[in-house]
């Protein structure tokens, strides 16, 4: 069983960040000549940012990682239209690093992408980020997954979870094979969205600590097999992290606890597949060096490169 380690958007060891933003206030402040302007230097920016950042993992063998869903300045927004064909050439040139150097990466759209919500606004909204996403990935000429939650509850998960039926097959095509589907902390646990994933033919991203804080009592290993095979020959994708303490236990701790996550890797290493695990910590990829630190201290787990290793 193969495991690669991967991190989310921010590079802490180069100091760079891909989601340089201009709020719409500064936008229309500047004017429409001005604002565009002031959008497309801050988009060459992020887009610069992020190929350092891609350097770097490729440069420290880390193989995972979870673009920043800001690298276009307002780039949904309504009142505002920026053409991504001005950046065509840069964000080819990214998918090419991307693709030859066999990196995996994907998206995760903010709390405001829910194709569940009673308003058809937010709806059509939503819709509007997810294209946004696929054409980032075309423009770069990559297939690539966005990870989304089912969004609302109201007024119960069943019809919750038929408003999120209804809405996705209702998308074209290439957006339904884009998404990918995680459990959440409140409403919708690993289960349900592992019935949901198997009768929409989906692949499914579990979220072990958003599986800990809600679980209705379903033990993990009953259920990873069956998540696993939602992959079909893709390799599949876990969200790992840390609460943040006893008090905050759905908020993101700096690090992984190295226990914990040895304790989770071995309850499902008798599934013997090769997976993804994304580490959400604070700390980025500073967290997940200092995992492997403490991985190769206290396991014999057989690393093959920096961030890679076997159970």
């Not at 949904?76 to 990196?103: A, D, Q, R």
């Not at 997954?145 to 998308?171: M, Q, W």
């Not at 902390?185 to 949901?196: Q, Y």
């Not at 597949?273 to 190769?296: G, H, N, S, T």
Request: hydrophobic residues 35%.
């Amino acid at each position: 069983m193969k495991i690669r380690l991967g991190y989310v958007s921010i590079c802490t060891a180069i100091d760079k960040t891909t989601s340089k933003t201009v709020s719409f206030k500064n936008y229309t402040e500047l004017g429409v000549l001005e604002g565009n302007k002031k959008i497309d230097e801050t988009i060459l920016s992020n887009i610069g940012s992020l190929k350092e950042i891609l350097n770097y993992n490729i440069r420290n063998n880390i193989h995972f990682y979870r673009m920043t869903s800001r690298l276009i300045p307002l780039g949904t927004h309504k009142e505002v239209s920026t053409n991504l064909n001005k950046f065509k050439n840069e964000l080819e040139s990214i998918g090419l690093m991307i693709k030859k150097n066999h990196l995996r990466v994907d998206t995760h759209p903010d709390q405001f992408c829910v194709l569940n919500s009673l308003n058809n606004d937010v709806i059509k909204m939503s819709v509007n980020i997810l294209k946004h996403h696929l054409d980032i990935f075309k423009l770069m000429n990559i297939s690539s997954r966005t990870v989304l939650h089912i969004g609302s509850g109201t007024p119960n998960k069943k019809y919750a979870i038929t408003r999120f039926i209804n809405t996705f097959n209702e998308l074209d095509k290439d957006l339904r094979e884009m998404i990918i589907l995680e459990n959440d902390d409140k409403v919708f646990t690993a289960l349900d969205i592992l019935l949901l994933c198997e009768k929409l033919n989906i692949p499914m991203v579990l979220d072990y600590h958003h599986h800990m804080c809600n679980n209705n009592g379903d033990d993990i290993e009953d259920l990873i097999d069956r998540i696993f095979k939602t992959w079909g020959n893709d390799i599949p994708k876990i969200h790992f992290s840390s609460p943040k303490n006893q008090k905050e236990k759905r908020s993101h701790h700096d690090y992984i606890d190295c226990d914990n996550f040895i304790t989770f890797i071995e309850k499902i290493k008798f599934v013997n597949k090769d997976i993804d695990i994304m580490i959400e910590a604070k700390m980025k990829d500073e967290a997940l060096f200092r995992l492997v630190r403490q991985l190769r201290y206290k396991t014999n787990y057989e690393f093959i490169d920096e961030t890679s290793f076997i159970v």
